[in-house]
Each structure stands twice: as C-alpha cells, then as structure tokens.
C-alpha cells in the first residue's frame, strides 16, 4: 500500500473497478426488469386465455396451462435475479466510497482508518461480484426455462399439423408473446 501513497492516481484503480462494475450489474439489472415486464404481461394474457375454463380438457389448454406455470417460475427466478444484481450495484457503489475513503485516510495518513475502509472496500467488492456472478447464474437458468416451454409449444404446433382435420395450433387463437 506504500505505493499508493507515492501515486495518488493509483488509488484510481481502486475506485474505477468497482464503478465498471456497478455499470455492467445496472446494465443486467435494467435488461432483467425487461424481461420481468415481459414474463408478467405473459402470464396475465395466459391467465386472461384461460379464465372461466378451469373444467374444460383441451390439449391446448393444457399447454396453456403448463406455460402459465412456467411463467409463475419464470416470475419467481427473475425477481430473485433482480434482488442479485441490485445487491451487486449497491455493494460495488459501497466499494467505491469505501475505496475513496480509503484514499482520504491515506492522504491524511490515518492508517487504522485507511486499512478499515480498504477493507470494507474489499469485502463490498466481493459481495458484488458474487450477485453478479449469481444473478447472471439466474438469467441463464429463467433463459432455459423459457427454451423448454417454447419447444414444447413448437412440437405441440407440428403435432396438431400432423393430425388431418384439425385446426391449426395458432388458428383461432391469440398468439402470447414471450
């Protein structure tokens, strides 16, 4: 850390990571809270195609069912990755003061202070790379999840085609977008 005393614009280092950091977390953080908007909407037009036909057996209600239960799931991975990366934006945004705290103590050599805050700043740093790590870990998982459910709407759509005198899958039915 003596080097950091010779250099004050070494200590830059410290405080540009954590803000590289805390942008590339808000990037995925904005980009989840699209594709939550895009998974709730999902699940009130399936529920709005399903409503007052809980009794009814169709094969397409019942993949319309089946995808209103992959988009409850869907919901539920990505406010938890949401909760990740917001972590991570909030503990990188603590690493950074902590880092130009660090700094200060530095300057007015309060060493005690100096090591306290660089500390934290390490600690906060970790924390966020770790709901970085975990809430890009979600995204990857919430992306399979919406793989599977539209495979299983690909095959049912062939499968329909392949029976003569049935409608098509879409015919006559709103398309719900993902």
Do not use: C
Not at 28 to 44: H, K
Not at 62 to 90: K, P
Not at 157 to 175: C, F, I, M, Q, V
Request: aromatic residues 6%.
């Amino acid at each position: 850390m003596d080097g950091l005393r010779g250099n004050p614009l070494a200590v830059l280092t410290f405080i540009v990571a954590p803000a590289v950091l805390t942008n590339a977390a808000s990037i995925m953080g904005m980009q989840t809270a699209n594709r939550f908007a895009r998974a709730v909407d999902r699940a009130r037009a399936l529920s709005a195609l399903l409503e007052g036909k809980e009794e009814v057996s169709d094969p397409e209600l019942d993949l319309r069912r089946r995808q209103l239960e992959y988009a409850e799931r869907r919901e539920i991975i990505l406010v938890q990755t949401l909760t990740a990366f917001y972590l991570a934006v909030g503990a990188f945004a603590a690493a950074s003061l902590s880092s130009l705290l660090g700094a200060i103590f530095a300057v007015v050599e309060q060493e005690a202070l100096r090591h306290v805050a660089l500390g934290l700043a390490l600690a906060s740093g970790a924390l966020g790379v770790g709901g970085l790590l975990a809430g890009s870990g979600l995204v990857v998982w919430e992306t399979r999840q919406s793989l599977a459910i539209l495979r299983e709407e690909a095959n049912f759509a062939r499968e329909r085609r392949k029976k003569p005198g049935l409608p098509d899958a879409n015919a006559g039915s709103e398309t719900v977008g993902q």
